[in-house]
Protein backbone atom coordinates (compact mmCIF):
# COMPACT_ATOMS: atom_id res chain seq x y z
CA UNK A 1 0.00 0.00 0.00
CA UNK A 2 1.16 3.37 -0.65
CA UNK A 3 1.98 5.73 2.11
CA UNK A 4 3.23 8.89 0.86
CA UNK A 5 2.82 11.39 -2.11
CA UNK A 6 4.05 14.64 -2.84
CA UNK A 7 2.35 18.26 -0.91
CA UNK A 8 0.25 19.29 -3.47
CA UNK A 9 -0.57 23.31 -3.94
CA UNK A 10 -3.81 24.27 -3.03
CA UNK A 11 -4.69 24.96 -6.96
CA UNK A 12 -3.81 21.38 -7.91
CA UNK A 13 -5.41 19.69 -5.14
CA UNK A 14 -8.97 18.43 -5.86
CA UNK A 15 -12.91 19.31 -3.84
CA UNK A 16 -14.10 16.09 -2.72
CA UNK A 17 -17.85 15.44 -2.47
CA UNK A 18 -18.72 12.68 -1.09
CA UNK A 19 -22.73 11.71 -1.79
CA UNK A 20 -24.07 8.21 0.04
CA UNK A 21 -27.32 7.23 0.27
CA UNK A 22 -29.05 4.45 2.69
CA UNK A 23 -29.72 1.35 1.68
CA UNK A 24 -29.75 2.03 -2.10
CA UNK A 25 -29.44 -1.08 -3.95
CA UNK A 26 -27.25 -1.47 -6.99
CA UNK A 27 -30.55 -2.88 -9.06
CA UNK A 28 -32.10 0.90 -8.64
CA UNK A 29 -29.48 2.77 -10.80
CA UNK A 30 -29.85 2.36 -14.26
CA UNK A 31 -26.26 3.45 -14.60
CA UNK A 32 -25.71 -0.66 -13.93
CA UNK A 33 -28.57 -1.60 -15.96
CA UNK A 34 -31.50 -3.77 -14.73
CA UNK A 35 -34.31 -5.24 -15.43
CA UNK A 36 -36.08 -1.89 -13.81
CA UNK A 37 -34.08 0.63 -15.49
CA UNK A 38 -35.99 1.72 -17.88
CA UNK A 39 -39.21 2.11 -15.67
CA UNK A 40 -37.49 3.82 -12.64
CA UNK A 41 -34.41 5.90 -14.50
CA UNK A 42 -31.71 8.05 -12.72
CA UNK A 43 -30.32 9.92 -14.71
CA UNK A 44 -28.83 12.15 -12.49
CA UNK A 45 -26.91 9.42 -10.63
CA UNK A 46 -25.92 8.33 -14.15
CA UNK A 47 -24.20 11.39 -15.77
CA UNK A 48 -21.63 10.83 -12.68
CA UNK A 49 -20.54 7.27 -14.25
CA UNK A 50 -20.69 9.13 -17.43
CA UNK A 51 -18.62 11.52 -16.61
CA UNK A 52 -15.89 9.33 -14.77
CA UNK A 53 -15.94 5.71 -13.31
CA UNK A 54 -18.38 2.73 -12.66
CA UNK A 55 -17.03 0.21 -10.57
CA UNK A 56 -18.98 -2.86 -11.33
CA UNK A 57 -17.60 -4.80 -7.95
CA UNK A 58 -18.08 -2.53 -5.35
CA UNK A 59 -18.60 -4.37 -1.77
CA UNK A 60 -18.86 -3.80 1.33
CA UNK A 61 -17.30 -4.77 4.76
CA UNK A 62 -20.09 -5.37 6.89
CA UNK A 63 -23.66 -4.88 5.23
CA UNK A 64 -24.95 -2.46 7.77
CA UNK A 65 -25.38 1.53 8.22
CA UNK A 66 -23.23 2.25 11.37
CA UNK A 67 -20.41 -0.34 10.60
CA UNK A 68 -20.68 1.32 7.10
CA UNK A 69 -19.86 4.44 7.87
CA UNK A 70 -17.41 3.72 10.11
CA UNK A 71 -15.19 1.58 8.02
CA UNK A 72 -15.77 4.46 4.58
CA UNK A 73 -14.22 6.98 7.25
CA UNK A 74 -11.48 5.27 9.03
CA UNK A 75 -10.48 2.49 5.73
CA UNK A 76 -10.45 -0.11 8.38
CA UNK A 77 -12.68 -2.90 9.45
CA UNK A 78 -14.94 -3.19 12.39
CA UNK A 79 -12.85 -5.37 14.20
CA UNK A 80 -9.97 -2.03 14.23
CA UNK A 81 -12.15 0.79 13.76
CA UNK A 82 -14.28 -0.47 17.04
CA UNK A 83 -17.70 -0.42 15.22
CA UNK A 84 -18.83 -3.64 14.23
CA UNK A 85 -23.04 -3.07 14.91
CA UNK A 86 -25.17 -0.50 15.30
CA UNK A 87 -25.92 0.77 19.02
CA UNK A 88 -22.24 1.56 19.29
CA UNK A 89 -20.23 4.36 19.91
CA UNK A 90 -17.40 5.85 17.21
CA UNK A 91 -14.41 6.90 19.13
CA UNK A 92 -13.72 9.82 16.50
CA UNK A 93 -10.24 10.26 17.97
CA UNK A 94 -9.03 8.05 15.57
CA UNK A 95 -7.45 8.63 11.93
CA UNK A 96 -10.71 9.74 9.71
CA UNK A 97 -10.58 10.70 6.08
CA UNK A 98 -12.36 14.08 6.39
CA UNK A 99 -10.01 15.35 9.31
CA UNK A 100 -6.84 14.53 7.65
CA UNK A 101 -7.82 16.42 5.01
CA UNK A 102 -9.36 19.37 7.38
CA UNK A 103 -5.60 19.29 8.86
CA UNK A 104 -3.75 19.85 5.30
CA UNK A 105 -5.61 22.75 4.83
CA UNK A 106 -9.06 21.87 3.89
CA UNK A 107 -12.29 23.36 4.04
CA UNK A 108 -14.75 20.55 5.70
CA UNK A 109 -18.53 20.03 6.17
CA UNK A 110 -20.96 17.07 6.72
CA UNK A 111 -24.61 17.40 6.19
CA UNK A 112 -27.20 14.60 6.47
CA UNK A 113 -27.75 11.52 8.48
CA UNK A 114 -25.04 10.64 10.23
CA UNK A 115 -26.11 7.59 12.19
CA UNK A 116 -22.21 6.81 14.15
CA UNK A 117 -22.77 8.77 17.42
CA UNK A 118 -25.54 11.46 17.61
CA UNK A 119 -23.03 14.36 16.85
CA UNK A 120 -19.50 14.07 14.29
CA UNK A 121 -17.22 14.34 17.73
CA UNK A 122 -13.52 14.01 17.17
CA UNK A 123 -14.08 14.74 13.03
CA UNK A 124 -13.45 18.39 13.54
CA UNK A 125 -15.66 19.41 10.71
CA UNK A 126 -16.01 22.81 9.89
CA UNK A 127 -19.46 23.19 9.63
CA UNK A 128 -21.92 19.94 10.59
CA UNK A 129 -26.15 19.76 10.49
CA UNK A 130 -27.01 16.29 11.34
CA UNK A 131 -30.54 14.45 11.40
CA UNK A 132 -31.11 13.04 14.53
CA UNK A 133 -30.60 9.45 14.47
CA UNK A 134 -32.24 7.70 11.19
CA UNK A 135 -33.82 11.17 10.41
CA UNK A 136 -37.50 11.49 9.45
CA UNK A 137 -38.59 11.80 6.02
CA UNK A 138 -41.09 15.10 6.91
CA UNK A 139 -40.36 18.05 8.74
CA UNK A 140 -36.98 16.16 10.55
CA UNK A 141 -34.78 17.00 13.37
CA UNK A 142 -31.47 18.58 12.92
CA UNK A 143 -28.77 18.61 15.15
CA UNK A 144 -25.89 21.66 14.93
CA UNK A 145 -23.32 22.90 17.35
CA UNK A 146 -26.28 25.14 18.06
CA UNK A 147 -28.63 22.83 18.91
CA UNK A 148 -31.69 20.75 18.10
CA UNK A 149 -34.78 22.33 15.66
CA UNK A 150 -37.81 20.81 13.80
CA UNK A 151 -37.18 21.77 10.34
CA UNK A 152 -40.75 22.30 7.90
CA UNK A 153 -39.96 19.97 4.60
CA UNK A 154 -39.26 17.20 2.66
CA UNK A 155 -36.11 16.06 3.84
CA UNK A 156 -33.92 15.03 0.76
CA UNK A 157 -34.86 18.52 -0.53
CA UNK A 158 -33.83 20.32 2.95
CA UNK A 159 -30.20 18.46 2.60
CA UNK A 160 -29.64 19.34 -0.99
CA UNK A 161 -30.51 23.24 0.19
CA UNK A 162 -28.11 23.12 3.40
CA UNK A 163 -25.81 21.14 1.00
CA UNK A 164 -25.79 24.27 -2.15
CA UNK A 165 -26.24 27.27 0.80
CA UNK A 166 -22.93 25.76 2.16
CA UNK A 167 -21.19 25.73 -1.42
CA UNK A 168 -22.08 28.68 -2.42
CA UNK A 169 -22.68 31.25 0.79
CA UNK A 170 -20.35 29.24 4.11
CA UNK A 171 -17.62 27.08 2.56
CA UNK A 172 -14.24 29.10 2.98
CA UNK A 173 -13.24 30.00 -0.79
CA UNK A 174 -9.65 30.36 0.05
CA UNK A 175 -9.31 26.41 0.65
CA UNK A 176 -9.98 23.45 -1.01
CA UNK A 177 -13.30 21.91 0.32
CA UNK A 178 -14.33 18.33 1.28
CA UNK A 179 -18.10 17.96 1.75
CA UNK A 180 -19.94 14.77 2.91
CA UNK A 181 -23.38 14.51 1.91
CA UNK A 182 -25.38 11.40 3.16
CA UNK A 183 -29.05 11.26 2.33
CA UNK A 184 -31.73 9.28 4.75
CA UNK A 185 -33.33 7.93 1.74
CA UNK A 186 -34.00 5.34 0.64
CA UNK A 187 -33.83 3.83 4.00
CA UNK A 188 -37.22 1.93 5.43
CA UNK A 189 -39.88 3.08 5.58
CA UNK A 190 -39.71 4.77 1.92
CA UNK A 191 -41.65 7.66 2.19
CA UNK A 192 -41.72 9.78 -1.27
CA UNK A 193 -41.64 13.25 -1.92
CA UNK A 194 -45.14 15.04 -2.35
CA UNK A 195 -44.41 15.17 -5.83
CA UNK A 196 -43.49 11.45 -6.11
CA UNK A 197 -45.89 9.70 -4.22
CA UNK A 198 -47.72 8.76 -7.44
CA UNK A 199 -44.77 8.13 -9.34
CA UNK A 200 -44.69 4.43 -9.99
CA UNK A 201 -48.57 4.30 -8.96
CA UNK A 202 -49.34 2.61 -12.33
CA UNK A 203 -46.45 0.84 -12.70
CA UNK A 204 -46.08 -3.14 -12.63
CA UNK A 205 -42.32 -4.00 -11.66
CA UNK A 206 -40.94 -7.42 -12.71
CA UNK A 207 -41.37 -9.83 -9.74
CA UNK A 208 -38.13 -11.67 -8.83
CA UNK A 209 -37.65 -15.53 -10.18
CA UNK A 210 -36.52 -16.19 -6.41
CA UNK A 211 -39.61 -14.33 -4.81
CA UNK A 212 -41.37 -16.82 -3.08
CA UNK A 213 -37.82 -18.94 -2.24
CA UNK A 214 -38.46 -21.50 0.51
CA UNK A 215 -34.51 -21.35 1.54
CA UNK A 216 -34.08 -24.59 0.93
CA UNK A 217 -30.16 -25.94 2.05
CA UNK A 218 -29.75 -22.57 3.96
CA UNK A 219 -30.69 -22.58 7.28
CA UNK A 220 -29.92 -18.68 8.57
CA UNK A 221 -32.07 -17.95 5.58
CA UNK A 222 -34.85 -19.84 6.83
CA UNK A 223 -34.44 -17.79 10.34
CA UNK A 224 -34.55 -14.28 8.95
CA UNK A 225 -37.57 -11.69 9.56
CA UNK A 226 -37.13 -10.24 6.75
CA UNK A 227 -39.85 -11.48 4.21
CA UNK A 228 -41.67 -8.77 2.58
CA UNK A 229 -45.10 -10.45 2.37
CA UNK A 230 -44.32 -11.91 6.13
CA UNK A 231 -42.30 -9.07 8.25
CA UNK A 232 -42.95 -6.18 6.34
CA UNK A 233 -45.30 -3.93 9.41
CA UNK A 234 -48.40 -3.33 6.87
CA UNK A 235 -48.56 0.42 8.14
CA UNK A 236 -45.45 1.79 8.41
CA UNK A 237 -43.79 0.16 5.71
CA UNK A 238 -46.61 -0.95 3.21
CA UNK A 239 -48.65 2.13 3.85
CA UNK A 240 -51.86 -0.20 4.09
CA UNK A 241 -54.60 1.55 5.96
CA UNK A 242 -57.69 -0.08 8.56
CA UNK A 243 -60.42 -0.15 5.87
CA UNK A 244 -62.29 1.19 3.12
CA UNK A 245 -62.56 4.94 3.46
CA UNK A 246 -60.07 5.31 6.59
CA UNK A 247 -56.95 7.11 6.60
CA UNK A 248 -54.93 5.52 9.09
CA UNK A 249 -52.25 3.10 8.73
CA UNK A 250 -52.28 -0.65 10.25
CA UNK A 251 -49.35 -1.41 13.10
CA UNK A 252 -47.00 0.83 12.77
CA UNK A 253 -43.20 0.45 14.53
CA UNK A 254 -42.90 4.48 14.41
CA UNK A 255 -46.43 6.07 14.72
CA UNK A 256 -45.24 9.43 15.35
CA UNK A 257 -44.02 9.75 11.57
CA UNK A 258 -47.53 10.28 10.60
CA UNK A 259 -47.92 12.45 13.68
CA UNK A 260 -45.25 14.86 12.03
CA UNK A 261 -47.05 16.18 9.02
CA UNK A 262 -48.89 19.44 8.78
CA UNK A 263 -52.40 19.03 7.97
CA UNK A 264 -51.91 20.06 4.29
CA UNK A 265 -48.74 17.75 4.46
CA UNK A 266 -51.01 14.68 5.84
CA UNK A 267 -53.94 15.16 3.62
CA UNK A 268 -51.88 15.60 0.62
CA UNK A 269 -50.72 12.16 1.73
CA UNK A 270 -54.00 10.16 2.05
CA UNK A 271 -54.60 11.65 -0.95
CA UNK A 272 -51.96 10.42 -2.84
CA UNK A 273 -52.63 6.78 -1.38
CA UNK A 274 -56.15 6.21 -0.59
CA UNK A 275 -57.77 5.03 -3.64
CA UNK A 276 -55.29 2.57 -4.03
CA UNK A 277 -55.86 1.32 -0.24
CA UNK A 278 -59.40 1.33 -0.62
CA UNK A 279 -59.05 -0.51 -3.50
CA UNK A 280 -56.65 -3.06 -1.56
CA UNK A 281 -59.03 -3.10 0.98
CA UNK A 282 -62.21 -3.87 -0.77
CA UNK A 283 -60.61 -6.79 -2.22
CA UNK A 284 -58.29 -8.45 0.35
CA UNK A 285 -60.56 -11.27 1.62
CA UNK A 286 -60.86 -12.59 -2.04
CA UNK A 287 -57.30 -12.37 -2.84
CA UNK A 288 -55.09 -15.57 -2.41
CA UNK A 289 -51.92 -15.18 -0.07
CA UNK A 290 -49.91 -15.13 -3.32
CA UNK A 291 -52.12 -12.20 -4.72
CA UNK A 292 -51.52 -10.21 -1.06
CA UNK A 293 -47.60 -11.14 -1.71
CA UNK A 294 -47.31 -9.77 -5.38
CA UNK A 295 -49.08 -6.40 -4.08
CA UNK A 296 -47.05 -6.11 -1.34
CA UNK A 297 -44.30 -6.33 -3.33
CA UNK A 298 -45.53 -3.94 -6.15
CA UNK A 299 -46.09 -0.95 -3.14
CA UNK A 300 -42.50 -1.60 -1.85
CA UNK A 301 -41.14 -1.09 -5.01
CA UNK A 302 -43.47 1.69 -5.52
CA UNK A 303 -42.31 3.63 -2.68
CA UNK A 304 -39.05 2.48 -2.58
CA UNK A 305 -38.13 3.77 -6.46
CA UNK A 306 -39.95 6.71 -5.27
CA UNK A 307 -38.09 7.78 -2.91
CA UNK A 308 -34.94 7.48 -5.36
CA UNK A 309 -36.56 9.84 -7.30
CA UNK A 310 -35.66 12.59 -5.24
CA UNK A 311 -32.10 11.74 -4.70
CA UNK A 312 -31.20 11.40 -8.24
CA UNK A 313 -32.83 15.12 -8.47
CA UNK A 314 -30.79 15.80 -5.70
CA UNK A 315 -27.65 14.88 -7.30
CA UNK A 316 -28.84 16.62 -11.02
CA UNK A 317 -28.45 19.66 -8.47
CA UNK A 318 -25.42 19.41 -6.90
CA UNK A 319 -23.40 18.53 -10.44
CA UNK A 320 -25.69 21.61 -11.95
CA UNK A 321 -24.11 23.77 -9.86
CA UNK A 322 -20.21 22.48 -9.82
CA UNK A 323 -20.81 22.94 -13.57
CA UNK A 324 -22.19 26.50 -13.38
CA UNK A 325 -20.02 27.72 -10.93
CA UNK A 326 -16.75 26.04 -13.25
CA UNK A 327 -15.86 23.79 -9.92
CA UNK A 328 -16.53 20.65 -11.90
CA UNK A 329 -13.21 20.34 -13.47
CA UNK A 330 -11.35 19.38 -10.58
CA UNK A 331 -13.64 18.04 -8.10
CA UNK A 332 -13.92 14.59 -7.36
CA UNK A 333 -17.97 13.42 -7.45
CA UNK A 334 -18.90 9.93 -5.50
CA UNK A 335 -21.86 8.69 -5.42
CA UNK A 336 -22.58 5.60 -3.61
CA UNK A 337 -24.75 3.44 -0.81
CA UNK A 338 -23.81 2.69 2.86
CA UNK A 339 -24.45 -1.27 1.28
CA UNK A 340 -27.26 -2.47 -0.63
CA UNK A 341 -30.59 -3.88 -0.27
CA UNK A 342 -32.95 -6.11 -1.49
CA UNK A 343 -35.53 -5.45 -3.80
CA UNK A 344 -37.73 -8.85 -3.55
CA UNK A 345 -34.72 -11.00 -4.17
CA UNK A 346 -35.35 -14.06 -1.45
CA UNK A 347 -38.61 -12.76 -0.72
CA UNK A 348 -37.01 -9.65 1.28
CA UNK A 349 -36.09 -6.31 2.35
CA UNK A 350 -33.11 -4.97 4.11
CA UNK A 351 -29.56 -6.07 3.79
CA UNK A 352 -27.41 -7.64 6.51
CA UNK A 353 -26.40 -10.96 4.84
CA UNK A 354 -23.52 -11.46 2.48
CA UNK A 355 -25.58 -12.20 -0.37
CA UNK A 356 -25.06 -10.10 -3.46
CA UNK A 357 -27.48 -8.13 -3.11
CA UNK A 358 -26.54 -6.56 0.12
CA UNK A 359 -22.86 -7.14 -0.06
CA UNK A 360 -22.52 -5.43 -3.35
CA UNK A 361 -23.17 -1.28 -3.24
CA UNK A 362 -22.84 1.02 -5.85
CA UNK A 363 -20.12 3.50 -6.36
CA UNK A 364 -19.61 6.10 -9.39
CA UNK A 365 -16.96 8.60 -9.36
CA UNK A 366 -15.82 11.54 -11.70
CA UNK A 367 -13.13 13.68 -11.72
CA UNK A 368 -12.72 15.16 -14.70
CA UNK A 369 -9.07 16.48 -14.27
CA UNK A 370 -7.87 12.66 -13.42
CA UNK A 371 -10.66 10.14 -14.37
CA UNK A 372 -11.95 9.57 -18.39
CA UNK A 373 -14.76 10.06 -18.99
CA UNK A 374 -17.24 6.43 -19.11
CA UNK A 375 -14.35 4.44 -17.57
CA UNK A 376 -15.15 1.06 -15.97
CA UNK A 377 -13.44 -1.23 -12.69
CA UNK A 378 -14.15 -4.64 -13.19
CA UNK A 379 -11.38 -5.05 -10.01
CA UNK A 380 -13.25 -6.14 -6.39
CA UNK A 381 -13.17 -2.94 -4.19
CA UNK A 382 -14.72 -2.42 -0.43
CA UNK A 383 -15.87 0.39 0.89
CA UNK A 384 -12.30 0.84 2.73
CA UNK A 385 -10.74 1.61 0.17
CA UNK A 386 -12.57 4.82 -0.24
CA UNK A 387 -10.05 6.55 2.68
CA UNK A 388 -6.91 5.92 0.82
CA UNK A 389 -8.78 7.03 -2.41
CA UNK A 390 -8.97 10.67 -1.48
CA UNK A 391 -6.15 10.91 0.67
CA UNK A 392 -4.11 9.95 -2.25
CA UNK A 393 -5.88 12.39 -4.67
CA UNK A 394 -5.31 14.87 -2.11
CA UNK A 395 -1.59 14.30 -1.87
CA UNK A 396 -2.64 13.39 1.58
CA UNK A 397 0.14 10.40 3.69
CA UNK A 398 -2.16 7.48 4.17
CA UNK A 399 -2.21 5.90 7.54
CA UNK A 400 -0.18 3.20 7.63
CA UNK A 401 -3.02 1.58 10.17
CA UNK A 402 -5.79 2.21 7.49
CA UNK A 403 -6.47 -1.63 5.57
CA UNK A 404 -7.80 -0.58 2.54
CA UNK A 405 -5.85 -0.03 -0.72
CA UNK A 406 -6.16 2.97 -2.74
CA UNK A 407 -8.33 2.58 -5.75
CA UNK A 408 -6.31 5.27 -8.10
CA UNK A 409 -4.48 3.09 -9.96
CA UNK A 410 -6.88 0.93 -11.21
CA UNK A 411 -9.19 3.91 -12.19
CA UNK A 412 -6.35 5.21 -13.95
CA UNK A 413 -5.29 2.24 -15.08
CA UNK A 414 -1.91 2.16 -13.80
CA UNK A 415 -2.57 -1.52 -12.06
CA UNK A 416 -1.66 -4.99 -12.76
CA UNK A 417 -1.57 -6.41 -9.41
CA UNK A 418 -5.17 -5.71 -7.21
CA UNK A 419 -6.80 -8.01 -4.74
CA UNK A 420 -8.32 -11.31 -5.94
CA UNK A 421 -10.59 -11.48 -2.79
CA UNK A 422 -12.84 -10.18 -0.60
CA UNK A 423 -13.53 -10.60 3.10
CA UNK A 424 -16.59 -9.85 4.58
CA UNK A 425 -18.06 -10.19 8.75
CA UNK A 426 -21.13 -9.31 10.17
CA UNK A 427 -21.91 -9.40 13.91
CA UNK A 428 -25.20 -8.19 15.09
CA UNK A 429 -27.69 -10.75 16.08
CA UNK A 430 -29.55 -11.26 18.12
CA UNK A 431 -31.66 -8.33 16.51
CA UNK A 432 -33.48 -6.86 14.47
CA UNK A 433 -34.19 -9.58 11.18
CA UNK A 434 -32.60 -12.30 12.83
CA UNK A 435 -29.52 -12.44 10.23
CA UNK A 436 -27.30 -14.74 12.34
CA UNK A 437 -23.19 -14.01 12.61
CA UNK A 438 -21.39 -14.77 9.96
CA UNK A 439 -17.90 -14.37 8.06
CA UNK A 440 -16.98 -15.03 4.55
CA UNK A 441 -15.05 -14.55 1.40
CA UNK A 442 -15.46 -13.73 -2.06
CA UNK A 443 -13.72 -13.92 -4.99
CA UNK A 444 -14.09 -13.27 -9.04
CA UNK A 445 -16.16 -16.14 -9.03
CA UNK A 446 -16.94 -18.44 -5.92
CA UNK A 447 -18.53 -17.40 -2.52
CA UNK A 448 -17.62 -19.36 0.81
CA UNK A 449 -19.77 -17.93 4.07
CA UNK A 450 -19.59 -19.54 7.57
CA UNK A 451 -22.91 -19.16 9.84
CA UNK A 452 -21.02 -19.29 13.26
CA UNK A 453 -23.61 -17.76 16.00
CA UNK A 454 -26.22 -20.54 17.56
CA UNK A 455 -25.08 -22.50 14.72
CA UNK A 456 -22.37 -23.60 12.44
CA UNK A 457 -23.52 -23.77 9.23
CA UNK A 458 -21.53 -23.15 5.42
CA UNK A 459 -22.32 -22.29 2.18
CA UNK A 460 -20.52 -22.11 -0.88
CA UNK A 461 -21.84 -20.91 -4.31
CA UNK A 462 -20.45 -20.75 -7.59
CA UNK A 463 -21.86 -17.50 -8.78
CA UNK A 464 -21.04 -17.91 -12.53
CA UNK A 465 -23.30 -20.36 -12.54
CA UNK A 466 -26.01 -19.23 -9.63
CA UNK A 467 -25.56 -15.75 -9.21
CA UNK A 468 -28.76 -15.62 -7.44
CA UNK A 469 -27.40 -17.90 -4.65
CA UNK A 470 -29.88 -20.47 -4.77
CA UNK A 471 -27.77 -23.71 -4.45
CA UNK A 472 -26.04 -23.93 -1.45
CA UNK A 473 -23.03 -26.10 -3.32
CA UNK A 474 -21.09 -26.90 0.12
CA UNK A 475 -21.30 -30.47 -0.21
CA UNK A 476 -21.28 -30.95 -3.68
CA UNK A 477 -18.03 -33.42 -4.25
CA UNK A 478 -17.48 -31.52 -7.56
CA UNK A 479 -16.72 -28.07 -5.74
CA UNK A 480 -14.70 -29.77 -2.55
CA UNK A 481 -11.08 -28.46 -4.21
CA UNK A 482 -12.75 -24.90 -4.14
CA UNK A 483 -14.07 -24.84 -1.06
CA UNK A 484 -10.66 -25.78 0.90
CA UNK A 485 -8.98 -23.54 -1.02
CA UNK A 486 -11.21 -20.52 -0.04
CA UNK A 487 -11.00 -21.73 3.73
CA UNK A 488 -7.45 -21.29 3.35
CA UNK A 489 -8.09 -18.13 1.74
CA UNK A 490 -10.16 -16.83 4.52
CA UNK A 491 -7.34 -17.53 6.84
CA UNK A 492 -5.19 -15.19 5.03
CA UNK A 493 -7.46 -12.61 5.13
CA UNK A 494 -8.31 -12.93 8.79
CA UNK A 495 -4.64 -12.99 9.36
CA UNK A 496 -3.79 -10.05 7.12
CA UNK A 497 -6.29 -7.77 8.08
CA UNK A 498 -5.44 -9.15 11.52
CA UNK A 499 -9.31 -10.28 12.43
CA UNK A 500 -9.16 -12.11 15.73
CA UNK A 501 -9.99 -16.04 16.11
CA UNK A 502 -13.84 -16.42 14.70
CA UNK A 503 -13.94 -18.23 18.39
CA UNK A 504 -14.01 -15.06 20.00
CA UNK A 505 -17.20 -14.25 18.42
CA UNK A 506 -19.14 -17.30 18.67
CA UNK A 507 -20.83 -16.63 21.60
CA UNK A 508 -20.09 -12.50 22.64
CA UNK A 509 -22.74 -10.66 23.40
CA UNK A 510 -23.26 -7.29 21.14
CA UNK A 511 -21.25 -4.92 23.12
CA UNK A 512 -23.20 -1.53 23.54
CA UNK A 513 -22.22 1.65 25.14
CA UNK A 514 -24.22 4.11 26.84
CA UNK A 515 -24.67 7.78 24.35
CA UNK A 516 -25.85 10.43 26.28
CA UNK A 517 -29.80 11.97 25.11
CA UNK A 518 -30.52 14.83 23.38
CA UNK A 519 -32.01 16.05 25.56
CA UNK A 520 -28.58 15.94 27.86
CA UNK A 521 -26.50 17.42 25.01
CA UNK A 522 -28.59 20.64 24.28
CA UNK A 523 -30.97 20.86 27.34
CA UNK A 524 -31.98 24.41 26.43
CA UNK A 525 -33.10 24.07 22.63
CA UNK A 526 -34.26 20.12 22.91
CA UNK A 527 -37.98 21.31 22.61
CA UNK A 528 -41.49 18.77 22.62
CA UNK A 529 -41.38 17.85 18.68
CA UNK A 530 -38.27 16.02 19.08
CA UNK A 531 -40.27 12.49 19.44
CA UNK A 532 -36.64 10.67 19.25
CA UNK A 533 -33.64 10.72 20.98
CA UNK A 534 -32.01 7.66 19.65
Same mark, same amino acid.
Given at each position: ??????????????????????????????????????????????????? !??????????????????????????????????? !?????????????????? !?????????????????????????????????????????????????????????????????????????????????????????????????????????????????????????????????????????????EAEWREDIWPHLLQRMTPEQRAQWDAAY???????????????????????????????????????????????????????????????????????????????????????? =???????????????????????????????????????????????????????????????????? =?????????????????????????????????????????????????????????????????????????????????????????????????????????
Amino acid at each position: MPSTFPAKPDTDRPNIIYIMSDDHAVRAVSAYGSDIAHLAPTPNIDRIARN !GVRFDESFVTNSLCGPSRAAMFTGKFGHKNGFNHN !GQLFDGSQDVWPRLLKEA !GYTTAVIGKWHINLTPDGFDFDHWEVLNDQGEYYNPDWITKEGVQKEMGYTTDQITNKTLNWLDQQRDKSKPFALVMHHKAPHRNWMPAPRHTRAFEQVEFPIPDNYFDTYEGRVAAQMQTMNIYRDAQEGHDLKMTTAVGEAEWREDIWPHLLQRMTPEQRAQWDAAYQERNDAMNANETNWSDEVMAIWKYQRYLQDYLATIKSVDESVGEVLDYLEVNDLAENTIVVYTSDQGFYMGEHGWFDKRFMYEESFRA =PLLMQYPARIRAGTVVSQLVQNIDYAPTFLEYAGVDIPTEMQGESMVSIIEGTESNWRSSLYYHFYEY =PAMHDVSRHYGVRDSRYKLMHFYYQMDEWEFYDLAKDPTEMNNAINDPAYSGEIERLKAEIKRLETYYDVPPSTDWIDRPLEYKPAPTLKELFPHSFHSNTEQES
